[in-house]
Structures are given as structure tokens and as C-alpha cells.
């Protein structure tokens, strides 16, 4: 698994979890959802956690594993044959067979974003005050969530233009109208202060919303 560069951002979409400390961003949930996308490292060793009701399925450098939930005495605990999983808050403790993993912490921040790259994202973008996340799948749609998730946008994703050496997404349907431009350059987060690769712009409706974002590599 490819690390990423993103660290907490701030969003505070309503009806997702949040981040701790000051920048809120959503925890890798789909709408309607009850699971969750989280990536855990331990130490220089790192892996992907995606709950559902009654077990998580372990997505790891070279393995797949899917185990179910047991009584535990405190936290969430799942095994499956040589496999354990245990988490606690931030923490958690994984087995596979003869190799233990102590003190994995969880990186908040960056299960959106492995969340929306195991969906077929290709590229997500977030802005602040108010907060919104853009998210474009090729051929597929296209999704704005903005305003601290009071307003929900998804319209199919349409041919990319090429204007002056920005990337231009245009769509419209017969209530809302969804322009992207998207140009290679560095960009900071207003609030964090973290840096993207983009440069964004989205005109929702004929409100502008500036912010950064970055292309996702496929699975």
C-alpha cells in the first residue's frame, strides 16, 4: 500500500466522523453506510481496516482477511483462524499468524482519502469555511458535498477539457450546474496549512468555493 501524504483537513460534514484537534475531515464512510475505512500504522508497517456489521475485512501489504467479531472485554475484537484484530479508540493490536503488531495507532486523516481510492475516486479535493469535499470518478459522476454537508450534489462526471493548462470539468442536470478547474499547482490549506498538489476551483450553482486536492492512484 502506497502511503499518503494527507493529514487532517477540515471539513465537518454533518452525519460523519470527525477528526480530533481543530480541522475536522469524515471518516471513510459512504452515505447510508454503517462501515468504516481506517488506515493503521504500526510503526514502519501499515494496513487498512474496513468495518461492517460483525466483522472488519484487513486489507495488507500482501494478504486479505476477513474476520468476524468476538467478545471482547473492552474494545472491538475480530479473529479468523491464525488472524486477531483488537482496537480501542486510536489503538490496536493485529495478529497474523507468528507476526504481532504492538501499538498501531490510527491515522484519522487519512481514511477518506483510501476510502474514496477503493471506490474508484481518481481525484478529491476539500476546502474550508464553509467546509466541502469534491470527489470525480471517470465515467462515472461526479460528487460535491458542500456548506458542512448541508448541500449534496452528484452529477455524472462529463468529458475533461483541457484549457490552458488547467483540467475543466463541466455539468449540469435540470436543477444544478457543477464546474471544476482544476490546475497543477501548490496549493496549502487554509486552515491546516497542508500541502496539495492542485489548485481547485468549483463553481456549484453559481457559487464559487475555492480549495486544494490531489489524484488518487487506482487500486
Sequence with gaps: MKPLRITCTGLGLALLMACSGNSREPAGMLPGESGRTLVYACGDFEFVARTGPGE??????????VLEQVRSASGARYESGDAMFWSKGDEAMLDIGRKHYRGCQLDRARGPWEDARRR?????????????????QPERNMLMVADY?????????????????RERYDASDERNSLLVEI??????????????????????NGREYRGCGEALEPL
Excluded: K
Design 183 to 204: 490546475e497543477l499547482h501548490h496549493c496549502f490549506d487554509s486552515m491546516s496549512g497542508e500541502a496539495y498538489s492542485n489548485r481547485v476551483s468549483v463553481t456549484l
Design 56 to 65: 472488519v475485512a484487513l486489507y495488507l501489504p500482501d494478504d486479505y482477511r
Design 120 to 136: 474508484g475516486v481518481s481525484f478529491r479535493a476539500v476546502g474550508q469555511e464553509p467546509g466541502w469535499v469534491l470527489e470525480i
Design 149 to 165: 454537508g448541508s448541500r449534496r450534489v452528484l452529477l455524472p462526471t462529463p468529458e475533461v477539457e483541457l484549457l490552458d493548462g
